[in-house]
């Protein structure tokens, strides 16, 4: 299969940190420090990072507020995007590049080229750019699939971060109830989980044929769609509805969104990995009252057992 990748081949990793050093240092990149700490809850343990400055991102979110009322044109931080979080081109569809106000380490953006919706179906192209980044470092991409899941921009963009999600504690703090999952016909089910997904798994040496990874991910992609009742339109490039994707070189899980926030705290696909982000202390006082897996309830939809 002949592969449209430009992506040179175990060179990712080097590109991700000598891009990091130089973003650092021309203060392209804005990451933002947080303090950390484990829930425990029905035999499941999160990661809750509180976020203790977000004054640089408010002032962005400000001032980009402030172009598009200047301009009459929402802006767009891809088209042109930052040359210093450029990291590398990957293929004639995609570029990687550094996400300004990361949280997580070396956390990337998979970014189309050509300005497409954040609301429109994956592609090929998306899985094939996903693939490519994954076969050179162990890592957790994702997608939030329109406003309603966490995404902040419209501009069409893949994320990944790397493996560990933590120093401590499992690489994924959700993967075992998701690698427990009851597999019927291709698609799995977790029972542990109180909201609707669902959930395909990859043979363990896919990731080094990125290609055919693509294919394989993007017939799974649809048919997991279908199984929690986003199914796509024929005659639409459109999602049926919102959803989170994560996917590893082992698996890929789609969970349908009813709303975008509990209450005060925004839950984006890292959220169903078993990784949450709180802004102040107050809002890790709501997580605690509530409990992470009831936020993952609300936030998502009954499941369809």
């Known amino acids: 299969m002949q592969s449209s990748l430009t992506l040179e081949p175990d060179t990712l990793w080097f590109k991700v ?10 203060g392209a990149l804005q990451s933002i420090p947080t303090d950390s700490e484990f829930l425990e809850t029905q035999g499941m343990r999160f990661l809750v990072r509180i976020l203790s400055n977000l004054v640089r991102k408010q ?33 004639p569809t995609h570029v990687c590049l550094l996400n300004k106000f990361n949280v997580v380490d070396y956390h990337l953006l ?17 899985f094939e750019a996903m693939w490519g980044c994954l ?37 994924i703090p959700l993967e075992a109830a998701i690698m427990s999952a009851t597999v019927i016909d291709g698609v799995g089910k977790i029972a ?12 363990p040496d896919l990731f080094n044929h990125p290609v055919e990874a693509a294919q394989i991910t993007l017939k799974s ?33 789609i969970v349908p969104r009813s709303q975008e926030n509990f209450e005060s705290i925004s839950i984006n696909s ?19 009252s509530a409990g992470p897996l009831k936020i993952l309830e609300t936030v998502g939809r009954s499941p369809r057992f």
């Open 17 to 26: 940190k000598h891009c990091t050093k130089q973003g650092i240092e021309s």
């Open 59 to 91: 002032k962005a979110k400000q001032s980009e507020a402030q172009k598009t009322q200047k301009s009459g044109q929402e802006f767009n931080p891809f088209l042109p995007y930052e040359r210093d979080l450029f990291v590398t081109d990957i293929s």
């Open 110 to 126: 998979l970014v189309t080229r050509e300005l497409e919706d954040q609301e429109m179906l994956l592609t090929l192209a998306d």
């Open 135 to 171: 076969q050179q470092f162990d890592g957790l991409g994702f997608y939030n699939g329109g406003k309603e899941a966490g995404a902040s921009q419209r501009h069409k963009h893949l994320q990944l971060v790397p493996l560990p999600i933590a120093a401590e504690g499992p690489r």
């Open 192 to 203: 542990a989980f109180p909201f609707d997904c669902a959930v395909s798994f990859f043979d």
């Open 221 to 253: 992609y649809f048919q997991l769609l279908a199984t929690v009742g986003l199914k796509a339109e024929e005659t639409s490039p459109k999602q049926a509805g919102p959803y989170n994707l994560l996917m590893t070189r082992n698996w890929m899980l």
């Open 270 to 288: 890292l959220a169903f990995a078993g990784s949450l982000f709180v802004r102040n202390a107050q809002e890790m006082e709501l997580l605690q």
